[in-house]
């Protein structure tokens, strides 16, 4: 999700409410994964933002199981474009 799109959720919430929220960027992916590109992190974060489990949550051991799924996406598709 987008800083811009989460603010927009949030205003649309009563400012007393309470709400738990963590955020994770994309600087905690390459953090995690210095050889991953931009685009890589981005679609880690893509993931763990629209394929969570809310029985697991989002943590380090999650984003690592993303980052092997992104690493492998990668890899099918460059032996992909270079048959």
Not at 15 to 42: F, G, R
Not at 46 to 71: A, F, H, P, R
Request: net charge negative; glycine share 2%.
């Amino acid at each position: 999700m987008l800083v811009k799109d989460q603010i927009k959720k949030l205003q649309r919430m009563d400012p007393e409410d309470n709400i738990a929220l963590h955020t994770w960027h994309t600087n905690d992916v390459a953090y995690q994964d210095e050889s991953l590109t931009p685009e890589q992190c981005n679609r880690v974060i893509d993931m763990m933002e629209n394929e969570q489990d809310c029985t697991i949550g989002l943590n380090w051991d999650v984003m690592d199981i993303w980052i092997s799924w992104v690493k492998a996406e990668s890899r099918i598709k460059a032996e992909s474009e270079e048959d």
